[in-house]
């Protein structure tokens, strides 16, 4: 109960650091980052506006930028595969540098706030079950980088870590490419899919994972 306390208080911490980026600037990069606006950028540079897109979704992990709409344009102005691709690649890169500086700062940081032993059973934790909290936070707001930040403090395994998240950006990439492409309003239905069909195909890659290990 201590342990899932501290990291219940670290994660509320770190959205809360969050949320105060989207109070703070959020109605103003979402005006200049929405879908139409992005839409009318990358196609005006559609031949570097692929990197820019990139840079933004990395970006997004310290300011409030409304990734879907991005994700959306570029899905409007490649084509679905090609704009979910660079949407996943930005999503997998945004992850990854979450993930990699709190391992690279955090750790003696973690010390201070947990014993030895509790951040032997943190990095247990995370490593069974932090594939299905990184999957299902990738189509949610705040969460992916919530998440990212607490896979590299818990040290999850790397391996587990990016497979999880590659999952995870590329479903729901594809998913705001395709209702970019297709000029559709956001459905219920489809934000689920991009959540539930990852989450069903975990445990299959865990599973082949350790038969293969």
């Not at 990212?148 to 999880?164: H, K, T």
Request: glycine share 10%; hydrophobic share 60%.
């Amino acid at each position: 109960m201590r342990l899932f306390l501290k990291v219940l208080g670290i994660a509320v911490v770190l959205a809360a650091l969050f949320l105060l980026g989207f109070e703070l600037w959020g109605e103003g990069f979402e005006r200049l980052f929405s879908q139409r606006a992005c839409a009318e950028w990358f196609a005006e540079s559609r031949s570097y506006a692929w990197a820019v897109a990139i840079g933004l979704l990395v970006a997004d992990l310290l300011l409030p930028i409304p990734a879907t709409g991005v994700f959306a344009a570029l899905g409007s102005v490649y084509g679905v595969a090609l704009g979910a691709l660079v949407g996943a690649v930005g999503s997998t890169l945004a992850g990854l540098a979450g993930y990699g500086l709190a391992r690279l700062a955090g750790r003696r940081g973690a010390r201070r706030l947990a014993t030895e032993e509790e951040l032997a059973r943190f990095q247990s934790l995370f490593d069974r079950w932090g594939g299905y909290a990184v999957l299902v936070s990738r189509a949610l707001p705040i969460l992916p980088e919530v998440m990212a930040v607490l896979a590299g403090l818990a040290r999850m395994r790397f391996a587990r870590f990016l497979a999880a998240l590659v999952l995870g950006a590329s479903a729901t990439a594809l998913f705001f490419a395709w209702l970019g492409h297709a000029a559709r309003a956001e459905p219920w239905w489809g934000m689920l899919a991009a959540t539930v069909i990852p989450l069903a195909v975990w445990p299959v890659f865990v599973r082949l994972a350790l038969r293969h290990r």
